[in-house]
């Protein structure tokens, strides 16, 4: 069946570094997507989002990067910090859908 | 508080019994979602309320789980006896409008079913 998934697992980082969070989906129909940060013990958290035509989007510190043709997202934290550490969901919503589809997620370890 | 409520924030249950969670969704948000992790896994959807529509409920798993929301506000998800696989964290989360945005999740409910 259709659905979202992430390349790596666990993402570990040093202070300082820019961190980037790979996201697959499959659902050609989808056209909203978005990013949620989920603290341990914490519900998740909206990040950013972006539609279907854009290809780049940039909040503070984070820029989402989308690539239809092959139907890859991706999330960039510049200049990643300890309090950047959590687990990173992707999420897709087909066209006339309410109903956002979430990722498995990856873990980021931020080092001191 | 101004977020999303859920309560209990840890139930622990004997398998065969039945529980009720509880969300309290920020004031104002009609629609409202019930999901589930399990350990180390993504949000698996369970049901979808929009205003006095009728419910999307294509993501329950069976016939123990049903959900309900009183008055456009409070929900509560049931589960009918429970087994262990039932074990996860229920979230629930509510958004101001039907289709794209940003949902405010709770912080969850961690149902443990011995």
């Known amino acids: 069946g259709e659905s979202v998934g992430l390349h790596l697992p666990t993402l570990s980082v040093q202070e300082g570094d820019n961190s980037i969070i790979n996201c697959a989906y499959s659902n050609s129909a989808s056209d909203y997507f978005i990013w949620y940060k989920q603290e341990s013990g914490k519900g998740p958290q909206f990040i950013i989002d972006?539609?279907?035509?854009?290809d780049k989007r940039q909040g503070q510190r984070v820029t989402v990067l989308l690539n239809k043709t092959v139907k890859h997202l991706s999330l960039q934290i510049a200049a990643t910090q300890p309090g950047d550490s959590a687990v990173y969901f992707c999420a897709e919503q087909p066209g006339g859908s309410y109903i956002p589809t979430f990722g498995r997620g990856t873990s980021l370890i931020v080092h001191p | 508080g101004a977020g999303v409520s859920q309560s209990p924030s840890n139930k622990v249950t004997e398998k065969g019994k039945d529980v009720e969670l509880r969300c309290d969704p920020i004031s104002g948000h009609t629609a409202l979602y019930w999901y589930r992790q399990s350990l180390g896994q993504g949000l698996e959807f369970l049901i979808y309320?929009?205003?006095?529509?009728?419910?999307?409920k294509s993501g329950l798993p069976s016939d123990r789980f049903s959900a309900e929301r009183t008055g456009g506000s409070v929900s509560t998800l049931t589960i009918q006896r429970t087994q262990q696989e039932d074990s996860a964290v229920y979230l629930c989360?509510?958004?101001?409008?039907?289709?794209?945005?940003?949902?405010?999740f709770g912080e969850g409910s961690r149902l443990t079913v011995l």
């Open positions: 309320f929009q205003g006095n529509s009728a419910p999307d």
């Open positions: 972006i539609r279907s035509n854009m």
């Open positions: 989360a509510s958004s101001l409008a039907q289709g794209t945005g940003e949902l405010f």
